[in-house]
């Protein structure tokens, strides 16, 4: 086989497990698939659901326990750093980004947002089965840990 059929040979089976998913480990994609669904937060008050965004995971607010304020109308995200953002409904707006297995740590990590202090933490996700640990922390040292449960 020629030099230039050898590289073209290789290019198409790269091009094909990167396609494919093969260029993540299986452990790793097996991490990743394990987050997927809907999962109701420990306290019951909302769901959010864990889905892929480009090439992570991001997670939205797709139920909310108390969907309206006192007034009767949807709660908006009023503590947001950025006015502009502030009259956007709590309910759908993605609140996790960037959420990608970490290679050798057995979980996702990722950013969240904070509704009700309009602040960015870093996440930390390790789903077991029908639970999943969900771990917020500042600067990887203060950090607070829920258990969510899968809803779906």
């Not at 997670?59 to 006192?70: A, F, H, M, Q, S």
């Not at 602040?119 to 607070?144: A, H, S, W």
């Amino acid at each position: 086989m020629t030099n230039a059929r050898y590289r073209a040979l290789l290019a198409v089976v790269i091009s094909f497990m990167l396609i494919s998913g093969w260029g993540i480990s299986p452990a790793l994609a097996q991490l990743r698939e394990a987050a997927l669904g809907v999962w109701v937060e420990e306290d019951g008050e909302a769901w959010i659901e864990i889905g892929p965004c480009q090439d992570t995971l991001c997670g939205r607010i797709v139920w909310l326990k108390e969907p309206l304020d006192k007034a009767g109308q949807p709660h908006v995200d009023t503590n947001n750093p950025d006015p502009a953002l502030r009259s956007r409904p709590i309910l759908g707006l993605t609140i996790m980004a960037g959420l990608k297995p970490a290679p050798g740590k057995g979980y996702i990590e990722g950013q969240v947002y904070n509704t009700e202090n309009g602040k960015v933490y870093d996440i930390y996700l390790t789903p077991k089965g029908q639970t999943m640990e969900v771990e917020g922390c500042l600067m990887k040292y203060l950090c607070l840990t829920q258990t969510w449960t899968r809803v779906k």
